[in-house]
């Protein structure tokens, strides 16, 4: 994309839309091991870079905090990880598809690593998704709180990240002639 702000700061605005939408309507469908809730992240961050992917995962959760919950506003360190860290490699790489499988690999650590003690902080770890179940399984099987939630995050992440990689580099491949 030409080096016009006003178009970036469009396309970032389209992102937080799209990591909103998708976010409330997989999360309303209550599909296990799935959020899709930082794809316009993700897309950001590969189409306009770091900084522009990392400010549109934070705004994401800054906007869900003012209108949702407040709760969600911590979690935008997590949503700006994502776009720093797609954005950094989208650099370096040609987001392909075997780099979206590795660059979601790689969230699907590093997301819960940041998120999982904010997680445990504003929730005590019960977050009102699918891995609760495991939380619970894993907390009264002697874990301590943070394994106990750090762990069944991992295994969402890895779903949702490689996902959400792979559907942004189908959809990149197939719209960067027009940008």
Same mark, same amino acid.
């Given at each position: 994309?030409?080096?016009?702000?006003?178009?970036?700061?469009?396309? &970032?605005?389209? %992102?937080?839309?799209? #990591?909103? !939408? +998708? =976010?409330?309507?997989?999360?309303?469908?209550? *599909? /296990?091991? $799935?959020?899709?809730?930082?794809?316009?992240?993700?897309?950001?961050?590969?189409?306009?870079?770091?900084?522009?992917? &990392?400010?549109? %995962?934070?705004?994401? #959760?800054? !906007? +869900? =905090?003012?209108?949702?919950?407040?709760?969600? *506003? /911590?979690? $935008?360190?997590?949503?700006?990880?994502?776009?720093?860290?797609?954005?950094?490699?989208?650099?370096?790489?040609?987001?392909?598809?075997?780099?979206?499988?590795?660059?979601? !690999?790689?969230?699907s650590i590093v997301a819960p690593l940041i998120g999982t003690p904010?997680?445990?902080?504003?929730?005590?770890?019960?977050?009102?998704?699918?891995n609760d179940v495991f939380f619970t399984a894993l907390k009264n099987?002697?874990?301590?709180?943070?394994?106990?939630?750090?762990?069944?995050?991992?295994?969402?992440?890895?779903?949702?990240?490689?996902?959400?990689?792979?559907?942004?580099?189908?959809?990149?491949?197939?719209?960067?002639?027009?940008?």
């Amino acid at each position: 994309m030409r080096n016009n702000s006003t178009k970036k700061m469009v396309f &970032a605005a389209v %992102g937080i839309a799209i #990591n909103i !939408i +998708l =976010g409330i309507f997989v999360g309303g469908l209550k *599909i /296990p091991l $799935l959020f899709m809730d930082t794809v316009g992240t993700v897309f950001t961050a590969v189409v306009l870079g770091p900084l522009w992917g &990392a400010c549109t %995962g934070a705004l994401t #959760n800054v !906007i +869900l =905090g003012v209108l949702k919950d407040p709760r969600e *506003i /911590p979690f $935008l360190l997590v949503n700006l990880a994502v776009g720093l860290i797609v954005g950094f490699i989208a650099k370096k790489r040609k987001f392909d598809l075997k780099t979206a499988v590795v660059t979601g !690999i790689i969230l699907s650590i590093v997301a819960p690593l940041i998120g999982t003690p904010i997680a445990v902080f504003v929730y005590g770890g019960i977050t009102g998704d699918f891995n609760d179940v495991f939380f619970t399984a894993l907390k009264n099987s002697g874990q301590t709180i943070f394994s106990a939630a750090f762990l069944p995050r991992v295994a969402s992440n890895l779903v949702d990240k490689i996902i959400t990689c792979s559907i942004v580099s189908l959809l990149y491949k197939r719209v960067k002639a027009m940008l």
